[in-house]
């Protein structure tokens, strides 16, 4: 990884740091306050309208990265494109707020689908001028725009929550998101688009794929919603969503820092494949060395982690929560094939594979929840999670021409470590009475996550050591570390 591109990550890095500690604050504020059927209502909203959101899903800024010499015209047609797709998502949501209030029995959500509209249409005047702080690899731009625009929104939110205790402080609170970054977008970036048109086929030509790709995404995160909301009710599909998003915290906050800087990193090789074969084997090492852990020590401290941020009445999402970890896992180990893939020019085979999990997703999601209930649904999408992920890995293997022996050998001593993390953590809750309270749970969680990472640093090094100190994921992260010491060590004049 270059310079530029492992200083952004640490931006990015840095950014999911604070709003992972916003999440929580939020966790502790908004599911204390609010009442899983809550969350369910909103849920059902958004699963609706991730459907309508389809329309704004062509991606063109990824098209205007992959681009080498994007002209303003290809920005003024990329603005406008996106505006009058993201009014006719707004016009979309509208019209189908009472169907969808037929189709789940609730009254209630006609009115939250109205009001969410009109974040839809706001998002689409965002200036698109934006997109050159990833372009150029100014990550700290880009760190300050999505920092600001999330920390502004969380005050929202919050604020609304102990004012009015109800779904709709979360409703609001989206519309506000949507406004503020429109609001920074044209504060922080002097580009001002203008309407066009000029460069619509090629934009097309190029981002088709992408929508494609951002259908199937939607839909696959959305089709256990259907099915939980429709079978179970508003309540269960409250404890599976929270229960999911706590689960896809190595995913969604580790490794997204990561995905969102690889991709322009990866373009700038895109004509070496040798250079690409050695950035995406990097950058692999690098996502697993943090995802794998943060995964399985997850799964090790579930119950006392829900117990402490959320209460005795979210625990029955631990066993929801504790499977969709390993899907975590899984992801920890292809997430840069997917920027590979888009670096080529190739995103017809991220088509293909997503593709592939949607179709095992939705012949398993019905059968396994009508069998398992609410732990069902996780089940389906940890099998559709392994069976594209594996065949992503063999694709890019063959694509790079990379040997599985040296795929290997820069991620088994992560593996080998997170193991002894987890059975670590799990011995140590075993010798210890169940708390029964948010209060008594704290420190034992404190203890266990103190003993999971201690584990498994120790572990890792003591591996890496004795193997003869390979390339890795751990001589990435200590080389980036030196590194950045001696930059910011005083020099002496």
Not at 20 to 35: G, Y
Not at 108 to 119: F, I, K, N, P, W
Not at 289 to 300: D, M, T, Y
Request: with cysteine; glycine share 6%.
């Amino acid at each position: 990884m270059t310079g530029k591109v492992a200083a952004g990550v640490g931006w990015m890095v840095f950014f999911k740091f604070i709003d992972r500690i916003l999440a929580i604050i939020s966790i502790l504020v908004l599911a204390r306050l609010l009442l899983p059927a809550d969350f369910g209502l909103v849920a059902m909203a958004m699963s609706v309208i991730a459907i309508a959101d389809l329309l704004t899903s062509f991606s063109f800024d990824v098209a205007l990265i992959q681009k080498r010499e994007p002209t303003r015209a290809h920005y003024d047609t990329a603005w406008t494109l996106h505006l009058f797709l993201s009014c006719s998502c707004a016009l979309l949501v509208v019209a189908l707020a009472y169907p969808s209030a037929v189709f789940f029995h609730e009254p209630r959500l006609l009115e939250v689908m109205l009001v969410l509209a009109l974040a839809w249409f706001i998002a689409g005047f965002e200036n698109v001028g934006i997109v050159d702080f990833r372009r150029q690899l100014n990550f700290r731009r880009e760190f300050y725009f999505l920092a600001l625009r999330r920390i502004l929104s969380f005050l929202i939110t919050v604020t609304l929550t102990f004012a009015i205790r109800s779904y709709w402080a979360l409703v609001i609170g989206t519309v506000a998101h949507r406004l503020i970054g429109v609001v920074l977008s044209y504060a922080m970036h002097p580009f001002r688009p203008r309407f066009s048109i000029a460069t619509a086929r090629e934009l097309f030509g190029f981002s088709s794929w992408l929508l494609l790709n951002n259908v199937l995404a939607i839909v696959q995160d959305k089709v256990s919603h259907f099915v939980l909301g429709k079978m179970l009710g508003p309540e269960p599909l409250g404890l599976y969503t929270v229960g999911s998003d706590v689960a896809r915290l190595p995913s969604t906050d580790l490794l997204a820092p990561i995905n969102r800087v690889a991709f322009p990193g990866l373009s700038r090789h895109n004509n070496d494949i040798d250079k690409l074969r050695g950035a995406f084997l990097d950058m692999t090492a690098a996502t697993a060395i943090v995802a794998v852990p943060a995964a399985a020590g997850l799964v090790a401290v579930a119950d006392l982690l829900v117990l402490v941020l959320m209460g005795e009445k979210w625990l029955q999402a631990v066993p929801v929560m504790q499977v969709l970890a390993f899907v975590s896992v899984v992801y920890g180990f292809t997430s840069i094939t997917g920027p590979t893939y888009l670096a080529l020019g190739e995103p017809r085979i991220i088509t293909a594979l997503a593709v592939l999990r949607l179709l095992v997703l939705a012949t398993l999601v019905s059968w396994f929840v009508e069998r398992e209930g609410l732990l069902g649904a996780a089940y389906a999408e940890l099998a559709a999670m392994l069976m594209s992920g594996v065949a992503s890995l063999l694709l890019v293997h063959w694509r790079l021409q990379i040997a599985a022996r040296e795929f290997v050998s820069r991620v088994w001593r992560t593996l080998l470590a997170s193991g002894a993390m987890a059975a670590a953590v799990w011995s140590f809750q075993q010798q210890l009475p169940s708390p029964t309270s948010s209060l008594s749970a704290l420190p034992l969680l404190i203890a266990a996550v103190m003993l999971g990472v201690a584990t498994y640093l120790a572990m890792l090094g003591l591996l890496w050591y004795f193997s003869g100190r390979p390339l890795g994921g751990e001589r990435l992260l200590l080389d980036q570390a030196l590194h950045w010491w001696e930059n910011k060590r005083p020099r002496t004049p």
